[in-house]
């Protein structure tokens, strides 16, 4: 069955720096990789999206790389705040119906 | 102005009692869902309705119903309430590009 692995461990790191969280799947051929960031106590907020023949994509501080060769996906927060801090899920999906499988999400703590 | 709204924000209740979420939506969307997230985080599609007709249906208990009067709104009842049914449940909504927009979710804890 189709598997979605994400950091099962924290990231901690310090402001201003990179940020990097990996999403790896297995037994799956998606169109499209979605990230989401989940605060407590909130649900889910899009953040971006990738399609399958798109190596990159970037939106202001965020960059998402997406190697369906490997099966992964990279996504990258530069120059990081503590409001950055949060759970970050990856989401796949394949089309009609926009069934999205989600991954269980990486805590990211970033500290001053 | 809210997008995605879901009624109760908390929910407790005894075991093998029947409840009721609710969930609206002013995007202007075409599909909803309903999402269970539980004590570990995984978020598990449950429902998934295309302007009222049920399009996902994943492997979830008959107790569970969920009912769309118009495509701005979907609501999901709960028969028998099981201890396993506590989790928070979401709901969303989408358009184009996939991009799928939740509510704040409803923590059910049932005793």
């Known amino acids: 069955s189709q598997k979605i692995e994400q950091n099962s461990e924290a990231l901690n790191i310090q402001e201003g720096k990179t940020a990097t969280l990996t999403c790896n799947y297995t037994?799956?051929?998606?169109?499209?990789l979605q990230w989401y960031r989940q605060d407590p106590g909130r649900g889910p907020v899009f953040l971006l999206l990738i399609r399958e023949n798109e190596k990159e994509k970037r939106k202001e501080r965020l960059k998402v790389t997406f190697d369906t060769t490997l099966k992964q996906s990279l996504f990258h927060i530069t120059a990081s705040q503590p409001a950055d801090s949060a759970t970050y899920l990856c989401?796949?999906?394949?089309?009609?119906?926009?069934?999205?499988?989600f991954g269980a999400g990486t805590i990211l703590r970033v500290k001053s | 102005d809210t997008a995605v709204s879901q009624t109760p924000k908390y929910l407790v209740t005894q075991m093998g009692n029947d409840k009721s979420i609710k969930c609206e939506q002013n995007?202007?969307?075409?599909?909803m869902y309903w999402y269970k997230q539980d004590s570990k985080k995984f978020l598990k599609i449950m429902f998934s309705y295309n302007n009222k007709e049920l399009i996902i249906n994943e492997t979830v208990p008959n107790r569970f119903s969920p009912k769309s009067p118009d495509k701005a709104h979907l609501n999901l009842h709960i028969n028998s309430l099981e201890l396993g049914d506590s989790a928070v449940y979401f709901c969303?909504?989408?358009?184009?590009?996939?991009?799928?927009?939740f509510g704040p979710g409803t923590r059910l804890t049932v005793l």
């Open positions: 989401a796949l999906g394949r089309g009609y119906g926009n069934k999205l499988v």
């Open positions: 995007l202007g969307h075409d599909t």
């Open positions: 037994n799956y051929s998606p169109a499209y």
């Open positions: 969303a909504s989408s358009q184009a590009l996939h991009t799928q927009y």
